[in-house]
């Protein structure tokens, strides 16, 4: 089915390890996001991209890095993760002009 | 900049009760409006949108206008059902802004049967 794939969708981590959290479209489309989701807080903006090769930071970017080096794939990732990056993460695309994001499932990560 | 501000939940209704659920903005310019619905454990699903001033957006049941003189886009269904149950966001976009959006906190519906 098209649409947006997460992967993992469940991970425990330690503080201070590293991990990526990869996200793949089959849309073709052009701009791709990396939002965190926490309780009472909506959904906040921590990377996106408007094509391959670009990147760009978002309303909390600080402790994540994010690459696109294939237009399908969005890779975001923690160096070293603190408790406070404990969230429900959600990758989502859209076409240049179209009418709304596509979302994954989301990822939830737990940083102990 | 940009902010979406959402009617607090949780909100509680009886099957075959009417909704409304409000949404405020404050945004420059023209931006697009949209309601995501998310079911437990699931990503957000796109519910309906509109892109100019007095459009109406309807999907399952569920409409919206955007009102540009009250920079409202309140979301509103005559008869919920059990399986409409979920948290739902409203949310504006720029689409000469790399197409970000701007999302509010999300109301929780409960329905009950």
């Known amino acids: 089915n098209a649409g947006v794939t997460q992967t993992p969708k469940f991970r425990v981590l330690k503080t201070g390890q590293s991990m990526t959290l990869l996200c793949a479209q089959d849309?073709?489309?052009?701009?791709m996001y990396w939002y965190r989701q926490d309780p009472g807080m909506g959904l906040r903006l921590i990377h996106y991209s408007v094509g391959e090769g670009t990147t760009a930071k978002g309303e909390v970017p600080d402790g994540y890095n994010v690459s696109r080096l294939k237009k399908q794939n969005f890779l975001l990732g923690l160096e070293s993760a603190a408790p406070s990056q404990t969230s429900v993460y959600f990758c989502?695309?859209?076409?240049?002009?179209?009418?709304?994001?596509?979302f994954g499932s989301g990822t939830r990560l737990t940083v102990v | 900049g940009d902010s979406v501000t959402q009617m607090e939940g949780p909100v509680t209704l009886s099957e075959e009760a009417c909704l409304t659920i409000?949404?405020?903005?404050?945004?420059?310019?023209?931006?697009?409006l949209f309601w995501y619905v998310q079911y437990p454990g699931e990503g957000l699903q796109l519910l309906l949108k509109?892109?100019?001033?007095?459009d109406k957006g309807s999907n399952k049941g569920f409409e919206a206008t955007y009102r540009k003189e009250t920079t409202s886009f309140h979301l509103e269904k005559g008869s919920v059902q059990v399986s409409d149950s979920a948290v739902y966001f409203c949310a504006l976009t720029h689409n000469t802004n790399a197409g970000k959006s701007t999302f509010g906190d999300g109301t929780t519906l409960t329905v009950k049967p």
């Open positions: 409000n949404c405020t903005y404050t945004a420059t310019g023209y931006p697009s």
């Open positions: 509109a892109t100019k001033a007095d």
């Open positions: 989502a695309s859209k076409n240049t002009n179209g009418p709304g994001y596509t």
């Open positions: 849309m073709n489309h052009e701009y």
